[in-house]
Structure formats: structure tokens, C-alpha cells
């Protein structure tokens, strides 16, 4: 009885680790976001104070090219857009990640109490 | 487990706290002041860098027009030319955009710059300071501890060496 209960309670610990393993994932991956989030509103900020007279070139590889300063508005907003949005996404994937952790959490205590009364059981008969 | 302490920090007294836990927390702490500090020195660095261009910019003026001068193509070969233009520079406003700008509004882009560094750097130093207060307090409690625990350990070898 222990045995069956301990192999499960071991794989359900792995399964918690794995779950971990995501979380931090896109916690990594949303921290990153963040820091290009606060990039591009730097560069929204300065195209922002341009006018007709200034050129605005986009560095592609190793060339610059000349772009039109709307363009490069729209770039950026249309950037920061999809940023907000991916930022967005992984919040409720997080907060997902997290619910069902907390889940977890409980069902590894249940599992782990379950293994000790068994356990107990097994040394009582013994 | 540490964070927990931390969160319950404010209102947990530290003198409560068993020596493991205080060790613990002056890890977190050690580790928190590191990243800090080294948070300030990068943005330094940066700092430095946007006032070396502006000061640079003070080179292109009416005076130096038409001038000679040494452009390098690599760190060791230089080619000759002419100061052509001392009234646009190109400057890098991020993600691979640059834009040109007259000389007066790049210097006024560079003090932007350094002022909003200025203003992060000085976001930063308060919570590193607290940060250190809040270390040297562990640590002063902690060496209260460890005396403590030392005092007992010699008060009972002597109960021991007496009865021996």
C-alpha cells in the first residue's frame, strides 16, 4: 500500500517540478517583454518630437535606410500593440499557472499524508 | 520559505527570528544589494557614454568647418578627409532606428538622456541604502546570537567540568 502511494506521490512531485519549471519560463519571458515594452515607448517617446525636417533611417543588418518618419510611427505603435498584447497573455497564463499550482500544492499534501498513514499502518503491522 | 520571512520582515522582530533564518535572510539581502549596485554601475556606464557624445558634439561647430581630418575604417587604419557638414549628426534613438538631428537638438536628446538616468539612478539609491540598513541590522543581530549561544556552550562545559 505505501509502495503504490509513494510511486504516485513521486510522480506527481515531478509533475509539480515541471509545472514549476513553466512558471518561471514565462515569468523570464515576460520580464523580457517588459524591457523591449519599455524600449520601444523610449523610442515612441522620440519619434514623438520629430518633425517633417528630421530623417529617420531603420537599421537593417548592416545598412541604414531611409524610412519615412510615419512609417516608422506606425512600426513602433503597431510594436508596442502587439507587446501590450503578449504581455497581456502571459499574465493570464501566469495567473492559470499559478491556480493550478496552488492545486497541486494541496493534492501533494493529501497524497503526502495518505503515504505517512500508510506508512504507519505498515510499521504497526510489522 | 525566506520569502516568507521577508514578506512577515516588517513585522516579524528580527531578534525572533533562529540563526538559520537570519542567515537566510542575509543572503537575500546580500543578493539584493549585488543586483542594486550593479544595477547602478550599468546605468553609470550608460551615463557616461551619452556625456562623452554631447561633449563630442561641441567638436562640430562653425570653426571647424572644412577642416581636415583622420576618419578611422578600423582601429588601425585611418584615411583622410574633409569636415563637410558641422550641422547634422545621425542618432541612435533605439531598436535599430536613427533619426538625424541638428547639432542643438542632439545636445538637447543627450541631456534627456542623462537627466532621465540621473532620475532612475537616484530611484535606485534609496532602496539599496535600505536595503544595506536593513543587512547591517541582521547582521548586528545575528553576532548578538552567536555570542549568546557561545556564553551557554562555555556556561555548561563548566556546569560539566565542575560535576567531572
Redesign the interface.
Known amino acids: 500500500m505505501a509502495e503504490v502511494i509513494q510511486k504516485k506521490l513521486q510522480a506527481e512531485v515531478e509533475k509539480y517540478a515541471q509545472m514549476q519549471k513553466d512558471v518561471s519560463k514565462s515569468l523570464s519571458a515576460r520580464q523580457k517583454l517588459e524591457t523591449q515594452l519599455t ?2 515607448n ?2 515612441k517617446e ?2 514623438d518630437l ?1 518633425d517633417s525636417t ?7 543588418g548592416p545598412v ?1 535606410v531611409k524610412q519615412d518618419l510615419d512609417e ?1 510611427k506606425s512600426t ?1 505603435a503597431k ?1 508596442l500593440e502587439y507587446i501590450n498584447g503578449e504581455i497581456q497573455r502571459h499574465e493570464t497564463l501566469l495567473k492559470d499557472m499559478e491556480k493550478k499550482s496552488e492545486q497541486h500544492r494541496e493534492l501533494l499534501a493529501s497524497l503526502q499524508q495518505e503515504f505517512q498513514k500508510a506508512q504507519g499502518l505498515a510499521v504497526g503491522k510489522a | 520559505m525566506v520569502i516568507r520571512h521577508r514578506e512577515a520582515n516588517m513585522a516579524v522582530n528580527l531578534t525572533d527570528l533562529s540563526l538559520p533564518q537570519l542567515e537566510g535572510l542575509k543572503t537575500q539581502l546580500d543578493q539584493e544589494t549585488e543586483f542594486l549596485t550593479s544595477s547602478i554601475g550599468q546605468l553609470k556606464v550608460v551615463q557616461t557614454k551619452y556625456v562623452e557624445a554631447k561633449d563630442s558634439l561641441n567638436v562640430l561647430n562653425k570653426n571647424n568647418k572644412g577642416k581636415e581630418l583622420l576618419v578611422p575604417l578600423t582601429s588601425s587604419m585611418y584615411v583622410p578627409g574633409t569636415l563637410n557638414d558641422v550641422e547634422h549628426v ?1 542618432v541612435d ?9 541638428n547639432v542643438e ?1 542632439s545636445k538637447a ?1 543627450f541631456k534627456r538622456k542623462i537627466d532621465f538616468l540621473t532620475k532612475q539612478i537616484e530611484k535606485i539609491q534609496p532602496a539599496l541604502q535600505e536595503k544595506h540598513a536593513m543587512k547591517q541590522a541582521v547582521i548586528e543581530v545575528m553576532n548578538v546570537k552567536i555570542q549568546q549561544l557561545q556564553q551557554s556552550q562555555q556556561s555548561s562545559q563548566m556546569v560539566g567540568t565542575t560535576k567531572a
Open positions: 524600449e520601444n523610449i523610442v522620440e519619434l520629430l528630421n530623417t529617420v533611417y531603420k537599421l537593417i541604414l516608422a513602433v510594436r | 545621425l534613438v533605439g531598436t535599430g532606428y536613427y533619426v538625424e538631428k537638438d536628446f
